[in-house]
């Protein structure tokens, strides 16, 4: 689904923000991608994204190279991947159901289409009642979850996260994990950046650890 | 098989097609949604547009009324012809009836020396100087209109005529005032066209500057657009609407503006016609002519968005 091929990425100034990283994520995998900040985790989704591309090494994504995608082609590649960030992303001007319908105009959806698909999003992440509430009046936890709820609304097969519990307590946070294990069960291909090993080594699921841009563990299948 | 992927991908086409349009009218909703939203900024921008648009065009309303005015007066030249002195009143009336029937002569008139003298003596108050004189300076004079139809040089080669014959000492050609005029006109014309596209550009810089705002105010919702699979026109098609509703706005305002400073020559203007027994009145803009304004408004606030687009748009993108 995802592949790393001995993929190096240097900054203008020299700073190697991953060296020879080489992984491999299966169709229905979810996994956990750790390490210090600036250990090169953010990076990795990056160039998933197609927000950055690699200075040596080929990234696979859903059978296709990414370097023969061209900028024209990268806006509705992404439309096939959901990103849940980590201070949500959310517009401020627009309601709760405007916020994760975007995805949904984006590809051009008829509004019925969009009505019924937005609230089966937000019936999973339990925030159905607040479709009318603008994002501001709602909790830091349920702001995350309308995140998620717009990550998934367009049905993506492939859904990143970077940090997506970095402001939340435990317990909110392992609800925010449960939901992604969720997701994962009905086929999607999960992968979560996060540096909060506690919460992450207690649900089992496979963990890439990198250091200074390095792959330490959790590359091999 | 074959068919059926054939009409799959008809269907697809279509869908294609009818999202696009579900997208404008959508961003046309929004943008202008967003434009109502704030009316006192909205306005202030359709007021600079309008004004901006209404000094040009009122302007050449204006000198098209003028063009009205100087194409009615029919006979456009005269030619003067002051007889020597020493020709008689009664040779100058038999000159001035001779004239007459020729086919290249509207009109002439015979204005004696002795009524001129009168004249000059009643208008002047100089009737006691004049008295004094033993003769009288002035000469008889025959006003010769030649045919309107006649172009500018028949009218040159009349005048060429008249002067050739003994009778005449001199005979002027009253057509300078008229080419004057004409090229009067025409610098003004080419003054409002210079005023005018210096304007236009200014509309369009003000549009653009408008656009680039409201594309800065946007930037974190470009950003997270572009980041979930916006392509470029998906995120250029709003901000190509604002433009346009600003410049339909500003259009709109520039023909009430134009309308209104007519409405308020009117009156004076028919009270002058009136006075010097024209029947002349004021043609505004007419219903095209301000539909014409608000599409121009639109085009141009379509290019200030464009530029201002093209400009800043693709600089932002997701870090």
Redesign the interface.
């Known amino acids: 689904m995802i592949s790393f091929e001995r993929i190096s990425k240097r900054y203008g100034e020299g700073h190697d923000a991953l060296r020879e990283v080489s992984f491999k994520i299966e169709k229905d995998e979810l996994v956990f991608l750790t390490g210090h900040s600036g250990a090169g985790k953010s990076t990795i989704l990056r160039l998933i994204m197609l927000m950055e591309r690699p200075t040596r090494g080929e990234v696979v994504v859903n059978g296709r190279p990414l370097r023969k995608i061209g900028p024209r082609a990268i806006p509705h590649y992404r439309r096939d991947i959901g990103v849940v960030f980590q201070n949500h992303q959310l517009l401020f001007d627009r309601t709760v159901f405007d916020n994760v319908a975007l995805p949904l105009i984006i590809c051009g959806y008829d509004h019925r289409e969009v009505g019924r698909r937005v609230r089966a999003a937000l019936d999973k992440v339990g925030l159905l009642s607040r479709e009318r509430a603008m994002p501001i009046a709602l909790s830091g936890g349920q702001q995350q979850r309308v995140g998620i709820a717009r990550a998934i609304v367009a049905k993506p097969t492939i859904l990143l996260a970077d940090e997506p519990t970095g402001n939340l307590d435990p317990a909110l946070s392992a609800e925010i994990m449960h939901l992604f294990e969720a997701f994962n069960q009905v086929g999607v291909t999960v992968l979560i950046a996060s540096h909060d090993l506690a919460l992450i080594s207690r649900l089992h699921h496979r963990i890439i650890t990198l250091k200074q841009g390095k792959l330490i563990a959790g590359g091999a299948h | 098989m074959g068919r059926g992927g054939a009409s799959q991908s008809r269907t697809r086409l279509r869908?294609?097609y009818?999202?696009?349009l579900?997208?404008h009218r959508?961003s046309a909703a929004d943008s202008l949604h967003r434009v109502l939203e704030h009316p006192w900024s909205s306005m202030l921008t359709w007021m600079v547009i309008g004004i901006a648009l209404a000094l040009p065009v009122g302007l050449n309303v204006a000198l098209d009324n003028a063009q009205t005015i100087s194409t009615s007066w029919d006979s456009p030249a005269q030619i003067s012809v002051f007889l020597e002195a020493d020709v008689t009143s009664l040779t100058a009336r038999k000159l001035t009836l001779e004239l007459a029937t020729r086919d290249d002569i509207a009109k002439t008139v015979f204005h004696s020396r002795e009524d001129a003298l009168a004249e000059f003596s009643t208008l002047t108050g100089f009737s006691d100087v004049l008295a004094s004189l033993d003769q009288n300076p002035l000469p008889h004079l025959i006003i010769v209109s030649p045919h309107a139809d006649g172009a500018q040089n028949t009218a040159a080669l009349l005048q060429e005529e008249l002067q050739a014959r003994p009778e005449v000492a001199q005979a002027v050609l009253d057509m300078e005032w008229l080419a004057r005029l004409n090229s009067l006109m025409e610098l003004s014309r080419r003054i409002i066209l210079a005023v005018g596209g210096l304007l236009v550009m200014g509309v369009v810089l003000i549009l653009g500057n408008t656009i680039r705002l409201a594309i800065e105010n946007r930037r974190?919702?470009i950003?997270?657009?572009?980041?979930?699979?916006?392509?470029?026109a998906?995120v250029r098609r709003p901000f190509l609407y604002t433009g346009l509703w600003f410049g339909v706005g500003g259009g709109g305002i520039s023909a009430f503006l134009v309308g209104l400073s007519l409405w308020f020559l009117e009156r004076p203007v028919n009270n002058l016609a009136l006075l010097y027994q024209s029947d002349f009145t004021i043609h505004g803009l007419g219903i095209m002519g301000g539909l014409n304004l608000i599409v121009l408004g639109g085009l141009l606030g379509l290019s200030g968005a464009a530029l201002a687009v093209s400009r800043h748009l693709s600089s932002i993108?997701?870090?």
């Open positions: 869908d294609r009818n999202s696009w579900r997208h959508l974190d919702e950003v997270i657009v572009k980041l979930i699979g916006g392509s470029d998906f993108q997701p870090r």
